[in-house]
């Protein structure tokens, strides 16, 4: 399979191309140019902002998996990116999008009326109530 990382540099997205590698799949790490030095080993590099991509950068695969972070002072990119990710990949319907997140936007009971997001202190809400936002 290709897959593609958005986010290769960062947390989870290191941990995601190299365990895309480790199973054989060809893996595209996207990270900023200013990145680069920290791509995952054995990856290919697209060296692009993830609001800079286009559609043709992204036809040739069949996953891309957008582990895109920030600090709290720019959670709502978080909102902006998954837009501008289905904007340019809506002409794809071949390839797949996953997106890391957290659990903010899930039930903590069958009723579904209480979030996750409730039951986390309010100075560490920022990002994942961005995340929430933007899976709405």
Do not use: W
């Not at 290769?8 to 990145?35: F, M, N, Y």
């Not at 903010?104 to 209480?114: G, M, V």
């Amino acid at each position: 399979m290709k897959i593609a990382v958005i986010g290769a540099s960062g947390k989870a997205g290191r941990l995601i191309a190299l365990e895309a590698r480790g199973r054989e799949h060809a893996v595209t790490a996207i990270i900023r140019p200013e990145s680069v030095s920290k791509a995952p080993k054995g990856c290919d590099i697209l060296a692009k902002n993830l609001f800079d991509l286009t559609t043709e950068d992204l036809a040739k695969f069949d996953i891309v998996v957008s582990a895109f972070g920030t600090s709290a002072s720019d959670a709502h990119q978080h909102i902006d990116a998954i837009k501008h990710l289905i904007k340019i990949m809506s002409p794809l319907p071949q390839v797949r999008l996953m997106v890391v997140g957290g659990a903010a936007s899930l039930y903590q009971d069958e009723s579904k009326t209480k979030l996750v997001l409730d039951s986390i202190p309010l100075p560490l809400r920022t990002i994942p109530n961005a995340m929430r936002k933007a899976f709405d």
